[in-house]
């Protein structure tokens, strides 16, 4: 039973057809966002069993445009939804039953759950941040409770959903019964239907697909190139130094005066033994060209030729190689991301550099100067700019 101002507001447009069949979509989308959003977070804090590969050079570049495409897919997909259900969330009992008890809880916990993860992470994107929480490991926990209180959802309202699914678009509504709504009162009641109810839960799923398509191109062109025109709510498409977007300055990062010091020396160390290499140093070595796509958590990404020095090359100088993880530390002297841990497989691979140009010029500070490291299918995140150690883990 509903009270009567939201009975009035429960029309066969606003029905479980609708819902079930944006609900699809939404799952699609939450899907993607939470499988992509693990590989992003494992490769940043990689459990034992967890092995990212070095090639295909653009595939965390696809993931993570995936992970913040979907997930901005989902925001008008989210708000159709709830619109589309609102008013039979205030039906009575309000809890009732077990079965319905546990409904009613999967459902607040999905919709404060999904909520929190889109806005949160739309904030992400921007690097806009009004809370005093940690963003990555709450954004992580909470994509756990999300996808746990949508599989409980699932479960509870599959026979909801199958029924509705099953009706053609423009067939009866759902009976009374799956809404706890009275069919005396009900505005879904038969006896209530128009013609135009039909067209207008089509015209509403159409606009919900026109607002998600609208949605992913707002923010596509952060990882596809040709799309960039489209970008309006990217914050970081392209523009930048030597033609690629900056998420931290050396100002920020408070490195300019070392980074550009006379005494600058990289330390590179391969247990106990131990080099310093100026920047004149580095140069001096052999130079090798590779083209690597720079690809950060906020989703944009952009295609680039670095050159430098081979990192495997520039160890073989200190000392034999024992084929461990390496450790990156920058001259950044706070920040969590002030040190990397590079894997043994991207050190052993021909295009993982310690980078001193950029699209054929030096590189500038705030991309990094006077050297840093560019491995492949890696995070932006930790691809160590500033560098002013690298140390061969025992």
Known sequence: MLPAPLAAAVTPTRGAGLAARVGIALGVAVAVCFCTGLISHWIQHPPGWFAWPVHPVSLYRVTQGAHVISGVVAIPLVLVKLWAVYPRLFARPLLGNPLRLLERGSIALLVGAILFQLVTGLFNTAQFYPWKFFFTTTHYAMAYVAAGALLVHLAVKLPVVRA??????????????????????????????????????????????????????????????????????????????????????????????????????????????????????????????????????????????????????????????????????????????????????????????????????????????????????????????????IEVLA
């Open 164 to 389: 509705a699914l099953a009706r053609p678009e423009d067939d009866r509504p759902a009976p009374a019964v799956a809404h706890s709504v009275a069919p005396a009162h009900s505005a879904a009641s038969p006896s209530k239907m128009t013609a135009g109810q039909p067209i207008a839960r089509r015209a509403l799923l159409t606009a919900a697909g026109i607002g998600a398509a609208v949605a992913a191109l707002s923010v596509a062109g952060q990882t596809i190139p040709y799309l960039r025109w489209l970008a309006i709510l990217s914050p970081r498409s392209g523009q930048g130094p030597q033609g690629v977007p900056v998420n931290r300055t050396a100002a920020a990062a408070g490195v300019s005066d070392r980074a550009r010091a006379a005494d600058y020396r990289l330390t590179v160390d391969i247990g106990g033994d131990r080099r310093e290499f100026t920047r004149a140093d580095l140069e001096a070595l052999p130079q090798v060209t590779a083209d690597l796509p720079i690809a950060c958590v906020e989703g944009w990404s952009a295609a680039a030729r670095w050159t430098g020095v081979r990192l495997r090359d520039l160890l073989a100088t200190v000392g034999p190689y024992p084929d461990r993880d390496v450790r990156f530390e920058s001259l950044e002297t706070g920040g969590i991301y002030r040190t990397s841990i590079l894997p043994a497989r991207h050190v052993r691979a021909p295009d993982t550099l310690v980078a001193l140009r950029l699209n054929g010029e030096d590189l500038v500070l705030d991309h990094g100067y006077p050297c840093r490291l560019i491995a492949p299918n890696r995070p932006g995140v930790l691809q160590t700019k500033w560098l002013s150690r």
